[in-house]
């Protein structure tokens, strides 16, 4: 059980070490919008200072539905 919490200690620690993250969620219609309750969209900022190549990522709802893979990237 030490270990569980040491480790959880760690991680919270250390990862602003190792991560940097510069895309963020900066706005969500998750229940659509005037014009239509199916208009759902994200919106993803760049907030760092070189362009974020977004092959590979996946944005993922806990139960994995949807789950939808993400192309291009967002200019600095």
């Known amino acids: 059980m030490r270990f569980c919490y040491f480790f ?6 250390l990862l602003p070490l190792f991560v ?3 895309v963020i969620i900066n706005e969500i219609a998750w229940m659509g919008t005037i014009v239509s309750a ?17 092959t590979g990522w996946i ?9 939808i893979a ?4 967002i200019a600095a």
């Open 70 to 73: 993400l192309e291009g990237k």
């Open 38 to 54: 199916n208009d759902e969209w994200i919106e993803l900022k760049n907030s760092g200072a070189n362009d974020a190549d977004l």
């Open 59 to 67: 944005l993922a709802a806990e139960d994995g539905v949807p789950s």
């Open 8 to 13: 959880a200690i760690s991680w919270f620690i």
């Open 20 to 22: 940097s993250a510069s």
